[in-house]
């Protein structure tokens, strides 16, 4: 007759429990985060096109919307440029991430744009005179998505160019975030694949496909062309 002690199942080893648990969230997270991360791809993915190519149906820059009205403003707060603008901007109703051209040489005028996606404001103040210009140029759909797909809000040419606007912040954090998970994603599915002995061989070959294909545009061209 067997014993107790028979009967009982034998516990796994920590170190077996460990690795049976990673599996397990490991495919949870890759599921959930390939799930959160589908839209800001396809988004990528589909601008990319847009940027890579000049079809017909996704003109936007001949399509655009130019309007300029002009109107009288309240003494600016003695402040930074950049504080003077976001005054500026305050008084007329305006959103959207401030943006330098040139050095301010004349403290009587204050010249900036302001862009969002889909608008583009140029201001131009006359603080003299107490007037502002403003020159509204907006695009479609088209525009729009393609402005997201490079809209960073600084330049790092120009270091007074950083970003200043709330939603730029917001949408940066995103695509940080989205670069974060396209590597854990990557990694996952590198797990997930090499748990899969029969698809080593097959896997190993893509994989070298695609250090193949990105190495000659990384490496390759430059001691081609050197």
Not at 58 to 86: H, I, Y
Not at 186 to 215: D, H, N, Q, T
């Amino acid at each position: 007759m067997p014993s107790l002690s028979d009967r009982q199942p034998s516990r796994k080893p920590l170190s077996r429990r460990f690795a049976d648990g990673f599996q397990v969230w490991n495919r949870k997270l890759h599921y959930y985060v390939g799930l959160y991360l589908l839209f800001f791809l396809w988004l990528f993915a589909f601008t990319g096109l847009l940027l890579n190519h000049s079809w017909n149906f996704a003109q936007f820059f001949p399509n655009r919307k130019v309007s300029t009205w002009e109107r009288p403003v309240q003494p600016l707060a003695l402040a930074s440029d950049l504080g003077q603008a976001q005054d500026l901007m305050r008084q007329l109703g305006l959103r959207g991430e401030i943006t330098w051209n040139a050095a301010r040489t004349d403290p009587a005028r204050l010249d900036f744009n302001a862009a969002r996606p889909g608008r583009i404001y140029q201001v131009q103040a006359d603080l003299k005179q107490g007037r502002v210009k403003v020159m509204l140029t907006e695009f479609n759909g088209w525009g729009v998505l393609r402005t997201l797909h490079t809209f960073v809000g600084v330049s790092p040419d120009d270091p007074r160019n950083q970003r200043d606007w709330v939603l730029t912040s917001i949408w940066a954090f995103s695509m940080d975030a989205v670069a974060a998970g396209v590597v854990f994603l990557v990694l996952s599915s590198f797990y997930m694949w090499w748990g899969l002995k029969e698809k080593r061989e097959p896997g190993l070959v893509a994989l070298a496909l695609g250090i193949a294909v990105c190495g000659l545009f990384v490496f390759g061209l430059r001691w081609l062309y050197a």
